[in-house]
């Protein structure tokens, strides 16, 4: 009897060291979530008093906290854009095409990602001083795209490669223009990159902290305002705010799961 379970281990150890794992990932999570409903005595969220649900009634409550979250959203929103549409184009042409110095552009795109962020922090702030740019808006979006470029460049590349070109082969030879090919062969099949490299790009904007502060002058993002307040005081909002964007990534995540699923059933021949 005392080796069944043993044997059951063995059998789903993967599976057991997965879900520690899973786990772990989320436990801080679980606590942010647990303590957007505490109602602490003093200025800091830390440890557990009462049950109150206030927090959520008024997410706003705090001055200048959602006018931070808004610029935030904007911010991974425009980076995310631009990244994206840049950084598809980036990975077509390295896969697609053969051209001059094209080993060091895939070297210099992997940069960035080996890169620690102060030092390319440090290297934009030089370069928007040296132009003489007025830090702000503009040269946090300009520096998001640039860091969250990378990202993109290596999701789409990595779909890109595992196309099969027999495929906008045939659409040619079924009289397909260059466009309609793009557009009914090519863009659906790297959609699942490009959209993976979308969504990387947008939670790395949103959450970046260490460019962001080099370069944002008197600009304060979400992640900034949180920093900030850590030294004053922790309001219960922050929670709030954390939880609901925990929630709403797991629901999108949910939701491209089912669509996918829904999809393969609808493609599958019965």
């Known amino acids: 009897m ?9 059998r789903n150890l993967v599976v057991v060291a997965g879900l520690l794992t899973l786990a772990y990932l989320l436990l801080p999570n679980v606590v942010v979530l647990v303590f957007s409903f505490n109602e602490p005595k003093g200025r800091f969220n830390y440890t557990w008093q009462r049950f109150s649900a206030d927090a959520w009634k008024d997410p706003c409550g ?4 959602c ?5 935030s959203l904007q911010l ?14 980036i990975a077509f042409a390295l896969v697609r095409y053969r051209f001059r110095a094209r080993g060091a ?7 960035p ?10 290297s934009l702030l030089t370069l928007f001083l040296n132009m003489g740019a007025e830090l702000g808006f503009w040269t946090v979006l300009i520096a998001h795209v640039m860091f969250c ?15 099969d070109p027999r495929l906008e082969e045939a659409a040619r030879d079924l009289y397909a223009g260059p466009v309609q090919t793009f557009l009914r062969v090519t863009l659906p099949i790297a959609a699942p990159g490009i959209a993976a490299g979308a969504l990387l790009a947008f939670a790395l904007s949103f959450d970046d902290f260490i460019i962001t502060n080099f370069t944002a002058g008197s600009t304060v993002t979400f992640p900034m305002f949180v920093w900030g307040s850590a030294q004053r005081g922790t309001p219960v909002q922050i929670n709030v705010v954390g939880t609901a964007m925990f929630v709403l990534a797991v629901l999108a995540v949910v939701a491209g799961q089912l669509l996918a699923a829904r999809r393969k059933r609808t493609d599958t021949p019965h």
């Open 2 to 10: 005392s080796r069944q379970p043993m044997r059951w281990i063995r």
């Open 62 to 65: 705090v001055p200048d906290l």
């Open 67 to 71: 006018g931070a979250l808004t610029l």
């Open 76 to 89: 991974a929103a425009w980076a995310t854009l631009g990244a994206t549409v840049l950084g598809t184009m």
């Open 105 to 111: 552009v895939n070297a210099l795109i992997f940069l």
């Open 113 to 122: 990602l080996s890169m620690p962020e102060v030092v390319m922090a440090a």
């Open 149 to 163: 470029l990378s990202f993109v460049v290596v999701a789409v590349k990595a779909r890109v490669l595992s196309m």
